[in-house]
C-alpha cells in the first residue's frame, strides 16, 4: 500500500462498531472445540433431541444418491450434460477460447456441487451404513480420481480478447479449493475402510499433483493475484484452501514446506481485511470466501494448529455479516451481492458454519432471531450444540465499517423495522458497482429506495444497467444513456458516470438508535466536478437527503439523479420548476430546488426486490425516478425528502 492510499484510507470514516451492552467483544469469544465431521456425527447419535435433524440428513443423501453422478466435461458440447454448468459468458467468446472457458467454469460448478453433495452422502452413509449409499460415493469418486487437475487452465478468458499465456497455464482457481474440500471432508465422514486400497491411492495421487500445482503456482508468481499480490479475493483464497487440505490428508510432514506456504497465504488473506470484521467484496463473496477461510481453519484447528481459527477476523466476521440484515427479509446488496430478498435467509448453512467455528454469540443470536435457527446440516448439528443466547447478544442497531466504507442502520430487529443504509468508497474496494453516494431505505419492512440488486455476470445489462451508476441512487453529469448492446462483461462508461474505485468519505454528525445524520463526499469519483456533497438525515418516520453540487471552473452540464423505488407500479408525479411531488401508496417524496427540474420515472431492471431474478424478464423491473436540471448549470442544490405513508 502506497502512501496516498494510506493518507486516502486515514481520511475515511474513523467510527468503530459499539458493541453490544452485554460487552460481548468478538476478541473475546471462547472458539468451542473443533471437531471432525465423524466425530460430531458419533456425538449426535446419542441426543435425541437431533433425531429429527439426523433424519433430515438421512433424507437429503438419500435424494442426492438418487441423482446422476457429476461427470467432467471433455469438449464444449458437453458442458451442461452430466450436470454440469455452461456460464453464459462463453457464448460472447470467440471461438479459439470458448471451449477453454466453458470447460474451466464447468470444472468450478461441479466442484462447488460436489463440495456441498458428496459429503453429505458420507454422512447419510455414515449414520445408515446403507450400501447404496455407499456405492453411490465409491462410483462418484472413481469419476472424481480421473479430474486431474480439477481446476483445468481457461478461467481466465470470461472477456472477449483474452487469452491464455504462451505455456498455457493461467493458475489454480476455485475449483481447487472446492473439490478437495468435497474429498477432504467425504474421507472425514467416511468410516474406516469404506474405500479400497486402491481408489484411495489414485485420490491421494490427485491430491499430490494439486499441491504441486498450487505450490508451482506461487513460485513462479503465474496468476494476476499473486502478481499483483493481492489476498483479498477469493481467487487466493480457494486454492490456499486446497494447498492446506490436502497437505492435511496426505500428511502435513511429509509437506511441511507446502503446508507453511498455504497456513502463511491464508493468514495474510485473514489479515488484508478490514479490523472489525468487514470483508472486502461485500454480503455475497462473503459467503463464498469465508466459508473457504473457515473450513480450512476448522481442519487446521482438528490437526492441533489455531493459528486461523483464533484470528481476530474471524471473531469479528458474523457480526459485521449481520449487520447486513435489513428489514422486510432484504439484506445490504451493494457489491457484486446478488438479490436483497430472502438472502438472510438463504444464509442459515454459511451462518450455522460461522457459529460451529466461532461461537460467535453473534451469529448463534441470529440463527435463533433473524433466519429460522440453525441449518439442517452438519453445521446445523454443531451450532445446535452450542448453548443458546439471549437478547443481550444481538449486536447494536447501527455501525460504521470504515473499510467497508457503509453506515447501516435499523431502529429495531423486527421484519417490520425501519432500516438505512450509505455507501461510501474506500480505495481498495473490489467487486464494486459505481454506487459511492448510493442511499438506501426501508420503512416498517416496505422497500422505499433501493439499488438495482446484481443478476448473473452473463446477463447482458449487468455491466450497463445493474453495475454501473445507473443502477443506483448516485449523481450523472450529462444525459447519456447505457447502451445496452455493449459488449457483455465490459463495465460501460461515459464522461458525466461515476467512475470505478472512487473514494468517498464518510463524515458522521450523528448516529444512534433514534437515528443519524452523514455526509459524503464524492467529488473525487467524477471528473469535472468541484463539489458533490451528500448530507442524509433520518430516523424511523423519514429521511431528507441534500445534494450540493458545484461543477468544476467554467464547465456546465445537466445535473442528473437518480432515485430507484421501490415499487414496479407507476408513481404519481406532480408539480414543476424548482418543486415535484412524488406519491405512490408507500411513500410521498418531495423534490426542492435551486434550478428548474425535470422529473419523469422509467423502468430499470431490478434483482432486489421479492420475486425478481434478474433474469430477462418483462417483471424484473422497478420504477426510477430521473431527476435532472431543465438546462446546463454550473451548481445544483437538490433537497429530496422522503416521506413513508
Not at 425501519?418 to 438506501?440: A, F, I, K
Amino acid at each position: 500500500m502506497n502512501k496516498t492510499q494510506r493518507a486516502m484510507i486515514s481520511a475515511l470514516i474513523g467510527i468503530v462498531v459499539t458493541w453490544s451492552a452485554s460487552g460481548e467483544n468478538p476478541h473475546d469469544v471462547s472458539t468451542p472445540p473443533v471437531l471432525s465431521w465423524g466425530e460430531l456425527l458419533r456425538q449426535a447419535e446419542s441426543n435425541a433431541a437431533l433425531d429429527a435433524v439426523r433424519a433430515n440428513l438421512v433424507e437429503s443423501a438419500e435424494g442426492a444418491a438418487a441423482l446422476p453422478i457429476y461427470r467432467r466435461a471433455r469438449t464444449l458440447a458437453e458442458v451442461g450434460q452430466n450436470r454440469t454448468w455452461l456460464d453464459g459468458r462463453s457464448e460472447s467468446l470467440e471461438p479459439e477460447i470458448r471451449e477453454q472457458f466453458a470447460l474451466a467454469m464447468s470444472d468450478f460448478g461441479a466442484c462447488s456441487g460436489l463440495a456441498e453433495e458428496l459429503p453429505g452422502i458420507a454422512a447419510g452413509f455414515r449414520l445408515t451404513k446403507d450400501p447404496a449409499l455407499r456405492d453411490r460415493i465409491v462410483v462418484q469418486l472413481e469419476e472424481m480420481a480421473t479430474w486431474s487437475p480439477l481446476q483445468r487452465p481457461g478461467w481466465t478468458l470470461y472477456t472477449p480478447g483474452h487469452r491464455l499465456p504462451p505455456d498455457g497455464k493461467d493458475g489454480n482457481c476455485v475449483a481447487t479449493g472446492l473439490g478437495v474440500r468435497a474429498i477432504g471432508d467425504t474421507f472425514e465422514l467416511l468410516p474406516e475402510g469404506t474405500l479400497n486400497v486402491e481408489l484411495a491411492s489414485r485420490l491421494h495421487k490427485l491430491l499430490e499433483v494439486e499441491i504441486a500445482g498450487v505450490t508451482d503456482d506461487w513460485k513462479t508468481k503465474r496468476s494476476w493475484f499473486i502478481k499483483t499480490d493481492n489476498p483479498n479475493t477469493n481467487q487466493w483464497v480457494l486454492p490456499t484452501e486446497g494447498l492446506v487440505r490436502a497437505c492435511l490428508i496426505l500428511g502435513v510432514d511429509r509437506h511441511r514446506e507446502e503446508y507453511e506456504l498455504g497456513v502463511s497465504n491464508l493468514l495474510r488473506a485473514l489479515d488484508a481485511h478490514g479490523p472489525h470484521g468487514e470483508f472486502e467484496e461485500g454480503f455475497g463473496y462473503a459467503r463464498f470466501t469465508v466459508t473457504s477461510m473457515l473450513h480450512t481453519a476448522r481442519a487446521m484447528a482438528i490437526a492441533g494448529d489455531r493459528r486461523a481459527i483464533d484470528h481476530p477476523f474471524l471473531k469479528h466476521f458474523p457480526t459485521w455479516f449481520v449487520h447486513h440484515f435489513q428489514p422486510g427479509d432484504m439484506v445490504i446488496n451493494c457489491f457484486d451481492a446478488g438479490a436483497a430478498h430472502g438472502a438472510a435467509k438463504a444464509a442459515r448453512p454459511f451462518l450455522s458454519l460461522a457459529t460451529m467455528c466461532t461461537g460467535s454469540p453473534v451469529a448463534r443470536w441470529a440463527l435463533a432471531n433473524q433466519v429460522g435457527g440453525p441449518s439442517d446440516d452438519l453445521a446445523g448439528l454443531a451450532a445446535r450444540a452450542l448453548e443458546p443466547v439471549g437478547p443481550e447478544a444481538a449486536p447494536p442497531l447501527f455501525a460504521v465499517y470504515e473499510r467497508a466504507a457503509r453506515v447501516n442502520w435499523r431502529d429495531n430487529w423486527d421484519s417490520n423495522a425501519t432500516g438505512v443504509w450509505v455507501r461510501g468508497g474506500h480505495p481498495l474496494d473490489q467487486h464494486d458497482h459505481q454506487d459511492r453516494g448510493h442511499v438506501n431505505y426501508i420503512s416498517r419492512g416496505r422497500p422505499i429506495l433501493v439499488e438495482a440488486g446484481t443478476p448473473s455476470y452473463s446477463h447482458k445489462l449487468m455491466m450497463t444497467h445493474y453495475s454501473s451508476g445507473v443502477g443506483h441512487n448516485v449523481l450523472q453529469l450529462g444525459t447519456e444513456e447505457p447502451d445496452a448492446s455493449a459488449p457483455p462483461g465490459r463495465l460501460v462508461t461515459h464522461p458525466g458516470w461515476q467512475k470505478s474505485g472512487g473514494v468517498a468519505p464518510v463524515t458522521i454528525t450523528h448516529l444512534d438508535n433514534d437515528g443519524g445524520e452523514v455526509t459524503l463526499d464524492g467529488k473525487a469519483c467524477y471528473d469535472g466536478i468541484a463539489r458533490w456533497d451528500r448530507n442524509v438525515l433520518w430516523n424511523a418516520q423519514s429521511m431528507t437527503v441534500t445534494d450540493d453540487v458545484a461543477l468544476a471552473e467554467g464547465v456546465t452540464n445537466v445535473v442528473l439523479l437518480r432515485w430507484h423505488l421501490g415499487t414496479e407500479n407507476e408513481v404519481a408525479i406532480t408539480g414543476d420548476a424548482k418543486s415535484y411531488t412524488v406519491t405512490w401508496p408507500d411513500a410521498r417524496i418531495t423534490l426542492t430546488t435551486n434550478e428548474p427540474l425535470n422529473v419523469k420515472q422509467v423502468k430499470l431492471p431490478d434483482n432486489t426486490l421479492a420475486g425478481h431474478t434478474g433474469d430477462e424478464d418483462p417483471k424484473n423491473f422497478h420504477t426510477c425516478l430521473v431527476v435532472q436540471t431543465h438546462a446546463l448549470v454550473s451548481a445544483l442544490r437538490l433537497t429530496t425528502q422522503v416521506n413513508p405513508a
